[in-house]
């Protein structure tokens, strides 16, 4: 059986270590939040995480309890509301991950066609929600 590597993996094979974390922008960080919403009214914003200017966005994750009947989220930015996570039913606890090909990769800025993206946040749709929702958004910078 043969080891095989990616593309980009093939290029990294001889690098030297203390080079591969410049590699993709730097060390990954993340930005944990949590909010207990108490019937939060529908089109309502949580702010979740504010990114530094130039942040690379690797990875989103969601958990919820139950928020309410026909309830939904979405996480996005002032750019683009669902721009990580399309739309979830959240009437339900459950969890939801990085899921918008727009979102993948996608470097924050303070200024992105007059919108300030590095303010990541959740938009709750549907109904009044009550219960808890945590977040946790991974970067490099």
């Known amino acids: 059986m043969a080891t095989v590597f990616g593309n980009n993996s093939n290029k990294l094979v001889n690098v030297p270590s203390d080079l591969v974390d ?10 944990t939040d949590s909010y207990e919403a108490a019937a939060l009214a529908q089109n309502s914003v949580i702010a979740i995480a504010k990114l530094p200017p130039k942040a690379k966005v690797k990875e ?13 989220l979405v996480c996005g930015d002032a750019g683009d509301a669902d721009r990580y996570i399309t739309s979830q039913d959240s009437s339900s606890a459950g969890m939801a991950r990085l899921n918008a090909i727009t979102g993948m990769d996608y470097t924050a800025s303070e200024n992105d066609g007059g919108n300030d993206t590095t303010l990541i946040e ?4 549907g109904g009044a929600g ?3 929702i945590t977040s946790q958004v991974f970067y490099t910078t």
Do not use: S
Not at 65 to 71: E, I, K, P, Y
Not at 122 to 125: A, E, K, Q, R
């Open 60 to 72: 989103v994750v969601l958990a919820w309890d139950a928020l309410g009947a026909l309830t939904t």
């Open 130 to 132: 009550t219960g808890t």
């Open 122 to 125: 959740l938009t709750l749709g």
């Open 22 to 31: 410049a590699v993709d922008n730097g060390p990954l960080q993340v930005f």
